[in-house]
């Protein structure tokens, strides 16, 4: 069964950085497309940043582009996300999501359990 955990939500101030990451076990990351998805209070969950699974494509959501940046970790069979220049519009609980066929899909396999991010003054 795999499993994802998600960490490194916080609070910040805007302008201000944050590395999210995402830990894999049951299996190997690079058998999986990766990606993160953020949901807003009462908003609907969008995909932030995805990875395919040979690493080679990455996708960001328009707003993040120039701002945040998607890696893996082959070795710690980790997933991060680096979060600069936040904006307040940026809170929200980031998911970390796993899928074995499908690139950035809303239904992926597996899912984390979240991490809040807060970006206030």
């Known amino acids: 069964q795999v499993q994802l955990v998600e960490s490194g939500g916080d609070l910040v101030q805007p302008g201000g950085s944050l590395r999210l990451s995402c830990a894999v076990s049951?299996?190997?990351?690079?058998?999986?497309?990766m990606g993160w998805f953020r949901q807003a209070s009462g908003k609907e969950r969008e995909a932030v940043s995805c990875m395919s699974r040979s690493g080679t494509s990455t996708r960001y959501l328009d707003s993040v582009k120039g701002r945040f940046t998607i890696s893996r970790d082959n070795a710690k069979n980790t997933l991060h996300l680096q979060m600069n220049s936040l904006k307040p519009e940026d809170t929200a609980v980031y998911f970390c999501?796993?899928?074995?066929?499908?690139?950035?899909?809303?239904?992926?396999?597996?899912w984390g359990q979240g991490t809040q991010v807060t970006v206030s003054s």
């Open positions: 049951g299996d190997s990351l690079d058998q999986y497309a």
């Open positions: 999501a796993a899928d074995r066929f499908y690139y950035c899909s809303g239904t992926s396999e597996y």
